[in-house]
């Protein structure tokens, strides 16, 4: 039986949300946010210290993909923080 490599299996964490795109509960948004800003920079690192034409395309990706999420997250903990504050706000009217 062929294993599946750790990485495929990190990458499968990162990207199988639920169909309503919400955010892994184990971790908060902050948490959430600062692994995503450590794996950006991990791969700009990559990327400026490679030199082999191959590996330069690697490290494309890598940064590629890690800009993908961090871009994917802040959009959704921002519109989830927005939703929150328009409930919050709705709720204050509705007492006043």
Sequence with gaps: MLKRAPICR??????????????????????????????????????????????????????YAAEKRYNYLFKLIKGKHLNQKESTNREVRGIQ
């Design 10 to 63: 990190q990458i499968a964490k990162l990207f199988l949300y639920d169909e309503f795109q919400q955010l892994p509960t184990h971790k908060t948004d902050e948490e959430l946010l600062l692994e995503a800003q450590a794996e950006l920079e991990g791969a700009e690192n990559l990327f400026m210290r490679m030199t082999e034409p191959e590996m330069v395309d690697y490290a494309i990706f890598q940064l």
